[in-house]
């Protein structure tokens, strides 16, 4: 008795390790898009999302199924692993000046210091921390990067109001006070009934620099009365799997987004990637992507020729020496050391072509509310506004440094 009940245990257990499922993205031609739910289902295949713009579905298959099989379906095109991977790898920010540094640090001449107090600039070594002239509060809002792009040479003209801005990422914290305002709604592609809460911070880091509101108080983003979604496809973790992107991307087109931010990146991509770009681009909406930061070849999706991918300056107008460049980078921004909202309320500082990104989004929505309408128009506007920065490739920067006043004119 005792060996027929371990016999069948042992039957279980490899039964249960057979039934075993494996999530796949499957893409198919069109034309079978009436037939293919049955033919998933013939091999044993459980639909779990369909996709409205492009011909793909997400299954769970038998884990000992091969690919062969989905591939033999009729109408079949591509078959991907729907892979749960680490879209978002910040960089590290530059270490601040320490007090034992200070000797290093040169002191100004005489005829330097009094150029200083009159004009009130080159205040930066940190022996003047404590004695810098006092700065007009919306001045002071703005940090670093919304300046070097000089956002506020457009506001007179267009802060983005009425432009719709997507943010792809981990969420937003929408109760921010810097956020909450242009806040106006978005989507969970995770869990589609939750609410799309950043329960990560990159997401909210990234949506202050687009568009955080100018209040003389905090920081002000590059585009602060544009209209922010938060798109909620990555977790926790700054992990997610291929279809919650996708499936993210879709929901922002298919809502009238003009812009979408995506400080994401990943090795490789998929055909259903690739599609819902193109769809993305067709439909008349900007993609501004991150480069990556491995200092290797552009990452994807940023390197769909669809996408408007960016690479990462510092203050000193150089190359960031964790950006990925390529010849698919279209402008460079600023992305180390970037000072923008935080979870939870507050301020942080963080780097990475992640940080690089939405400054270009920004930019992209002014781009918009000065009047260009799609894709193309946004990326011809944007380098025909930027200007090449001294010492950089064009794998490096593409067109170069955008200043937000030439958008406008």
Known sequence: MKRTTAFLTVVLMASAIGAQASQKIVSFDPAYKGAIDKSIES???????????????????????????????????????????????????????????????????VES??????????????????????????????PWGVKRVNAAGAWNTTAGQGVKVAIVDTGMDFTHPDL??????????????????DDQGHGTHVSGTIG????????????PKADLYAVKVLDKNGSGQYSWVVAGIEWA???????????????SGTEALKQIMIKSKEMGVAVVCAAGNDSGPVNYPAKYPEAIAVSASDSADKLASFSSRGPEVV???????????????????????????????????????????????????????????????????????????KLVK
Not at 183 to 194: E, M, P
Not at 253 to 266: D, E, K, Q, T
């Open 43 to 109: 091999v044993g295949g459980k639909i779990s999302r369909k996709f409205t713009l492009i011909s793909s579905l997400v299954a769970t298959f038998p884990d000992d199924l091969k690919d062969s099989s989905i591939y033999s379906l009729k109408g079949v095109t591509d078959v991907a692993e729907d892979s749960y991977i680490r879209w978002i790898e910040a960089a590290p920010t530059a270490p601040a000046v320490s007090y034992k540094d200070w000797n290093s640090v040169p002191l100004p001449s």
């Open 212 to 223: 955080a509101v100018r209040d003389s108080n905090g920081v002000v983003g590059v585009a």
């Open 113 to 142: 210091a009094l150029n200083m107090i009159r004009t009130g600039e080159g205040w930066d070594a940190p022996v003047f921390a404590e004695i810098r002239p006092a700065v007009d509060p919306a001045e002071k809002e703005i």
């Open 331 to 405: 402008v460079i921004a600023p992305g180390v050391n970037v000072y923008s909202t935080r979870k939870g309320g507050g301020y942080t500082t963080m780097s990475g072509t992640s940080m690089a990104c939405p400054h270009t989004a920004g930019l992209a929505a002014l781009a918009v509310g000065a009047g260009a309408k799609g894709s193309d128009a946004v990326r011809a506007a944007l380098k025909a506004a930027a200007t090449p920065l001294p010492g950089l490739k064009p794998t490096d920067q593409g067109a170069g440094l955008v200043d937000a006043a």
């Open 180 to 197: 909450a305002a242009n806040y106006k709604g978005g989507w969970n592609a995770i869990v589609s009934t939750a609410s799309p809460m």
């Open 253 to 267: 087109v298919m809502n009238g987004m003009n812009v979408i931010n995506m400080s994401l990146g990943g090795g």
